[in-house]
T-cell receptor, first 110, second 115 residues
Framework: AQRVTQPEKLLSVFKGAPVELKCNYS??????LFWYVQYSRQRLQLLLR??SRESIKGFTADLNKGETSFHLKKPFAQEEDSAMYYC????????????FGQGTTLQVKP | EPEVTQTPSHQVTQMGQEVILRCVPI?????FYWYRQILGQKVEFLVS????????KSEIFDDQFSVERPDGSNFTLKIRSTKLEDSAMYFC?????????????FGQGTRLTVV
């Protein structure tokens, strides 16, 4: 079964603290994984994808096939990082559909 | 920057009524999707649409649901006879050419409330 699990509904940290948002997946084959972010009252937008190995707004995520994980990390959280974060897996059907995790709310306190 | 646009932003309807949710995808995109998110739950895939036909649908997308691209620019989701459990946020998304390495762009969502 293809599945994405984000075990934390809420992650609360202080400004300047490191952040790690957990994501585990279930997929046979080579997965294609994404992190989407939704700021308050805004649309879902792509934060990063594992294929491009980029760093956006200081966030990085490394695909670990051994642990079937794609955790999102940032060394120093900023208040403007407060948002809902969704890990997503591209389904195997070739239609481009995304399978989302439950989402984690990141709250960065001043 | 081009955006996916959804209307209305909020729709309230009586149980049993038909609703049509509208989306204008990004103009040169070829792949179109509807997702929904029931309050407090995950974003769930409903249907994908390519080349004027449904390319995949989930088990949620039963006979009460249909999609159309009536005029080459709009992409609509119709729910024939709404139920209370259809209350959710509905997101439209579109994607450009190529299934690999292209990003899905999402609309801001339509909140559907069935009373």
């Amino acid at each position: 079964a293809q599945r994405v699990t984000q075990p934390e509904k809420l992650l609360s940290v202080f400004k300047g603290a490191p952040v790690e948002l957990k994501c585990n997946y279930s997929y046979s084959g080579s997965p294609e994984l994404f992190w989407y972010v939704q700021y308050s009252r805004q649309r879902l937008q792509l934060l990063l994808r594992h294929i491009s190995r980029e760093s956006i707004k200081g966030f990085t995520a490394d695909l670990n096939k051994g642990e079937t994980s794609f955790h999102l990390k940032k060394p120093f959280a900023q208040e403007e990082d407060s948002a809902m974060y969704y890990c997503a897996l591209k389904g195997s059907s070739n239609t481009g559909k995304l399978i989302f995790g439950q989402g984690t709310t990141l709250q960065v306190k001043p | 920057e081009p955006e996916v646009t959804q209307t209305p932003s909020h729709q309230v309807t009586q149980m049993g009524q038909e609703v049509i949710l509208r989306c204008v995808p990004i103009s040169n995109h070829l792949y179109f999707y509807w997702y929904r998110q029931i309050l407090g739950q995950k974003v769930e895939f409903l249907v994908s649409f390519y080349n004027n036909e449904i390319s995949e649908k989930s088990e949620i997308f039963d006979d009460q649901f249909s999609v159309e691209r009536p005029d080459g620019s709009n992409f609509t989701l119709k729910i024939r006879s709404t139920k209370l459990e259809d209350s959710a946020m509905y997101f439209c998304a579109s994607k450009g050419q190529g299934v690999v390495n292209t990003e899905a762009f999402f609309g801001q969502g339509t909140r559907l409330t069935v009373v």
